[in-house]
């Protein structure tokens, strides 16, 4: 090699070096920006006394640690399920979790985890008897679900229309209004829905899972323009805690 031909690539490894430094500078900045949200979803996540808690935010705060990132618990936002679908939906730079991945929204969003299994299901009332073999039986009951959870859009994927649904944005209103009998049954996670009927201090045995309607797994979901090097780390952290038995720890503290 010439001392031309040296200084040539020395110069274009230079070059090279600076422009991934300020790739890898640009890519942290991203991160560190990243909104994450989350919604009243125990016990997956939740507020207790003024703090987010949950399975799933135990996960999130040690992968973004993981991750290098400079966020930390008290960064992660609490809002309704459908505001923070949305705007995970529509604004680059938004993360949200606890997000089943379904086929419908896979091309929605980027995706880390999985985080854990998640059963959507109809659960209603064991003194109401209900029958449900199939979804040509929901014609018949009246349901209540959550605007835009995956209860929801499933319900509508299976033909029912929103005249036949009782939509709330929380879902405390469900709870009462399934104890009280105003409808039929709920669609929503299972797990989720026995703890919220325990809050309000209803008893499990009274209750059944009629139907379920989806067998998933629990994401972080991001809007579907992040980029590969976020993911990327996100999902190498994600699959170290997989690694060393963070997760499984974490997840055996709630005894899911």
Known sequence: ??????????VASMALGILQTGNLARAS????????????????????????????????????????????RSDIELLP???????????????????????????LFRWVGPFVPTVV????????????????????????VVKDDVGHLLLRAAGVSDDQLDIVLYNDQNYKKLAAGRIDAMAYETS???WGLMSIGQSIGDY????ELKRA??????????SDDIVET??????SMIADGTHEQIVSNYLI
């Open 81 to 107: 399920w459908a505001r923070g679908y949305n705007l995970t939906l529509d604004r680059p730079g938004h993360a949200l979790f606890s997000t089943t991945r379904t086929e419908d929204r896979e091309d």
């Open 121 to 144: 299901g109809l659960t209603a009332r064991k003194d109401r008897k209900l029958s449900i073999t199939s979804p040509k039986d929901f014609e018949t009951i009246r349901i209540g």
């Open 1 to 10: 090699m010439t001392l031309i031909t040296r200084r040539a690539f020395a």
């Open 208 to 211: 059944e899972v009629v139907f």
């Open 192 to 194: 989720v829905t026995k």
């Open 29 to 72: 900045d991203a991160l560190n920006a990243l909104k994450l949200m989350t919604e009243d979803y125990p016990p997956f996540n939740y507020s207790e006394d003024g703090e987010l808690r949950g399975l799933s935010v135990d996960i999130m705060v040690e992968l973004l640690k993981r991750a290098g990132t400079t966020h930390v």
């Open 217 to 226: 797994d629990l994401y972080l979901a991001l809007h579907k323009e992040t």
């Open 234 to 239: 996100l999902q190498s952290s994600f699959e």
